[in-house]
């Protein structure tokens, strides 16, 4: 055999072949599609050619997470993988094993465990909202005659952030302080280490305020989250950005831990897959007033990358910090944000500068809902100040914990099978979809900077997912 | 004119299904050259004889998260306390004998002196002579309280911790903690370690399998190719899912558990294993463990072994249970647990060939662990501890 047939007869020459040919397709199918990239404001999915519609609503049932078809990961490679997780023809997410028949104790009171970022730690302003959020629906539940007459109490143990500790406080929490179910946790890390634990421990977790996606992607049967998550941001920022605005380069900037890394994960892989990879990301170190207070090298970094917008994923002050000095050196393009800067130490921070800045919301505390008027008014007069979100959610976790926990009895088995059980809950915050990994799926709201103030649906976004 | 898109799509699954196609062909020839036996006598074999002992037997507890075997004794780690298990007797070892902690997560047991290696959720304890020393993260270089594995590599321990994976040096009195600044992992999330045949291998929650070479010093990571969390793009291209949970590396096979599935690699090629295009119970695996050829799965729903030379299966598995009929019972449905019984099912990959009523069962469905004691098999259950005795004679 020749050398030259041999090469590209080679596994590396095939890939290598391949990837040419794909990157001239991409040029040319990017070219095609520019005219009507411009000018869409549609915005809706294409739908497949030669699949009619009943095929094309099965194919949607299938897809996890809300992703858009368009979104779809190995689409140009592959019409359907081997196997797709987390959907309703994969085994349900459950648990098999037993203790449902163990009785219940005897107890003077009923505890909720709580575990969130309350000290040392650049997240105690969501722990202390989380904190508060659970306080309130204790208070509501007690109010309402406990459990059987008995108390509900929280049993409050510190997330300091710390690599493995979350380990340590949720074995405390199901050996030592025999809790029935916990509420947290805030950081992806954290949480993903205490999950683990909870797994081992047979011990029902509701999640508040992470929002990593990953989290409830390893498939532990005894985790729920009630906020939705970072998927359900970024498909909304990426259809916001590419398909309604029609931009082409949209840079990166974001706090340089997990929380950064895994928030804009889908963004980055939304943007190849609408052909328009991110020009350049740029992080920071989430210590950054020790390090690099006036970030003048993210602006160097940022500048050279040439962007039509920047998504933003970072705590409410640096991100706030940051935004003041993209506008001082002559930035002046669209900031598109996390929900964590919807927070009024974002708009101290940036000052003037925050005015137009759009964030994605998990929730709208603006919505004509009775239960969050009642809600707002209710924690206003207990801690004289306005919910977030976080105390919202952690409000709505904390209620359908205590409803799992007086129907099921006390035993965690039951507990957590009542919380599988809870697909639709009518909240402070709205409607809470959980899916087939118990995570909600309703679609974000978004808040946009307007004269100093977050105002909620003031830009007009064509897809909330 | 074929559109370019479509062709480059073409090479771009031919590249991939290449060495799929190669492992076929190999797992064919395997085939062929494998003797000629009795289909009784075929691996796996079919257990269908089995004990369970339980509290009232002398456990410490229900819930058995591991079982490790040393000659004649057993070692139970259970959600209260050690039991060991000589004589046809339990003996139970709490926090009271020294233990650090009731709940023990993995059980190591070093060839060469017999010491014990207790992994538990608050330390790591060595159990000596009759004598127990704790190891802690205040009191040691252990990265973490909760210590999901543990195995003994010559005169060294190896942990698995959230905090990073740990080689402790015995004779030196001395810790070596891999994290992501000095080997290929993004978290320290350890969740499982073994070692056999010059490596240690480590299984990472989200971070795939860390393969250590003793020799020389090196570690390799294998992840999945596909880099999705909710989809398995091809089968056989690879490891099946970063979130692995145990790892057995046994007569150059490497067989890797996830909650997604199992994974085998003969050093060449990978070959993937689902429910429904196996006889594999659940894909939801607590452990693997491999004697020989073959591998025993324990997954939430059942036992599974499996030959990977012929992909013949022999799974254990509840009849007709409760939670087939009603996942969520409520306080006052009863039962709330219990089967109609168990069987093995015999596969041929996934082909339902025959089934075998067994008189007695394993403890329960939901498996932790295993271990074997000659040519019979040692289960953890999340209810008890069940001993499969291999008799020829039943299965002729």
Not at chain 2, 362 to 384: C, E, P, R, Y
Request: net charge neutral; charged share 25%.
């Amino acid at each position: 055999m020749n050398r030259p047939f041999q090469i590209i007869v080679s596994l590396p020459g095939i890939l290598l072949l391949s990837c040419l040919l794909m990157a001239a397709g991409r040029q040319q199918s990017t070219e095609q599609k520019k005219p009507e990239r411009q000018n869409s404001t549609a915005n809706k999915p294409a739908p497949e050619k030669g699949a009619d519609a009943k095929g094309e609503q099965a194919k949607k049932r299938e897809l996890y997470g809300n992703v858009p078809e368009d979104l779809a990961p190995f689409r140009d490679f592959v019409d359907e993988p081997y196997k797709r997780y987390f959907v309703p023809s994969d085994s349900a997410v459950a648990f098999w094993g037993p203790g449902r028949d163990k009785p219940e104790p005897d107890v003077t009171s009923v505890k909720i465990g709580l575990l969130a970022p309350m000290e040392r730690s650049h997240e105690t302003y969501i722990g202390r909202s989380i904190f508060r959020g659970m306080q309130l629906a204790i208070d509501d539940a007690n109010s309402a005659g406990g459990y059987k007459g008995k108390p509900f109490e929280i049993v409050a143990r510190n997330d300091s952030g710390l690599w493995g500790a979350t380990a340590n406080e949720i074995v405390s929490f199901s050996y030592d302080d025999q809790v029935w179910g916990i509420i947290g946790t805030v950081d992806g890390a954290n949480t993903h280490i205490a999950i683990r634990v909870a797994l081992r421990t047979d011990i029902p977790m509701v999640n508040v305020a992470d929002l990593d996606a990953t989290l409830m992607e390893t498939r532990i049967p005894w985790v729920f989250r009630v906020i939705p998550d970072d998927r359900q941001m970024v498909y909304t920022i990426a259809y916001y950005v590419y398909k309604q605005l029609g931009l082409q380069r949209v840079a990166i900037l974001r706090a340089n831990n997990r929380y950064g890394r895994f928030g804009v994960a889908h963004f980055k892989k939304s943007s190849i897959r609408l052909e328009r990879p991110a020009p350049i990301e740029v992080n920071y170190e989430v210590n950054y007033s020790k390090v690099n207070l006036d970030f003048l090298t993210q602006m160097e970094r940022l500048q050279k990358g040439q962007p039509d917008a920047v998504i933003l994923w970072a705590d409410p002050e640096p991100a706030g910090l940051l935004v003041k000095k993209m506008r001082e050196v002559g930035m002046k393009i669209p900031v598109i944000a996390c929900e964590r800067v919807i927070s009024p130490a974002f708009l101290k921070a940036a000052g003037a500068a925050a005015e137009g800045v759009i964030a994605t919301s998990p929730y709208n505390p603006d919505a004509n809902n009775p239960k969050l008027i009642a809600f707002k008014k209710h924690y206003q007069e207990k801690f004289g100040q306005q919910p977030d979100g976080y105390a919202a959610y952690t409000y709505d976790g904390t209620q359908m914990m205590i409803d799992a926990i007086r129907k099921a009895g006390l035993n965690r088995y039951r507990i957590r099978d009542v919380l599988s059980e809870m697909r639709q809950w009518e909240g402070v915050t709205g409607p809470i979809l959980m899916d087939d990994v118990y995570t909600n799926r309703r679609p974000v709201s978004v808040a946009t900077v307007k004269d100093g103030k977050f105002v909620f649906g003031l830009t007009r976004f064509d897809h909330l997912f | 004119m074929m559109d370019r898109k479509v062709i480059a799509r073409g090479i771009f699954l031919l590249a991939l299904l290449l060495p799929a196609c190669l492992s076929g062909l190999s797992r064919e020839k395997a085939c062929e050259n494998a003797p000629v036996i009795a289909a009784d006598e075929q691996e796996p074999r079919i257990y269908t004889n089995w004990e369970t002992f339980h509290q009232k037997d002398g456990l410490p507890a229900e819930k058995i998260y591991c079982i490790v075997v040393d000659g004649n004794k057993v070692w139970a780690g259970t959600d209260n306390g050690l039991a060991l298990f000589e004589n046809r007797k339990w003996k139970s070892f709490g926090v009271k004998d020294g233990l650090s902690f009731p709940a023990v997560l993995a059980l190591a047991i070093d060839p060469a002196t017999h010491d014990v290696w207790a992994a538990t959720m608050r330390g790591l304890t060595h159990i000596s002579a009759g004598r127990f020393k704790v190891y802690t993260q205040l009191n040691s270089g252990l990265p973490n309280d909760v210590v999901f594995g543990v195995c003994v590599e010559n005169q060294n321990v190896w942990t698995a911790t959230t905090n990073g994976t740990a080689r402790f040096r015995l004779a030196e009195n001395k810790w070596d903690v891999y994290t992501p600044a000095n080997s290929p992992q993004h978290e320290p999330w350890g969740y499982f370690v073994t070692y056999n045949d010059g490596k240690v291998y480590a299984a990472l929650w989200g971070g795939g399998v860390l393969e250590f070479d003793i020799a020389t010093e090196q570690w390799k990571s294998y992840l999945d190719p596909d880099g999705e969390m909710e989809i398995d793009v091809l089968r056989d291209d690879g490891l099946i899912h970063v979130i692995t949970t145990s790892v057995s590396y046994v007569e150059k096979i490497l067989w890797v558990s996830t909650y997604f599935g199992m994974s085998r690699y003969d050093g060449r090629h990978w070959r993937g294993y689902i429910e429904g295009d196996s006889g594999l119970p659940s894909n939801f695996i607590n452990m693997v463990k491999a004697r020989g050829r073959v591998a025993w799965v324990c997954t939430d729903r059942g036992l599974g072994t499996v030959n990977g030379d012929t992909n013949r299966w022999v799974s254990y598995v509840p009849t007709d249970p409760v939670w087939a009929h009603k996942r969520t019972p409520g306080p006052e449905d009863t039962p709330l647990e219990g089967t109609q019984g168990w069987e093995a099912r015999i596969y041929d990959d996934a082909k339902l060939l025959k089934t075998i009523k067994l008189a007695e069962g394993l403890g329960n469905n939901h498996i932790n662990g295993v271990d074997f004691q000659g040519d019979d098999v040692w289960v953890a259950t999340s209810k008890g501890v069940s001993h499969g005795v291999w008799k020829e004679a039943a299965v002729k």
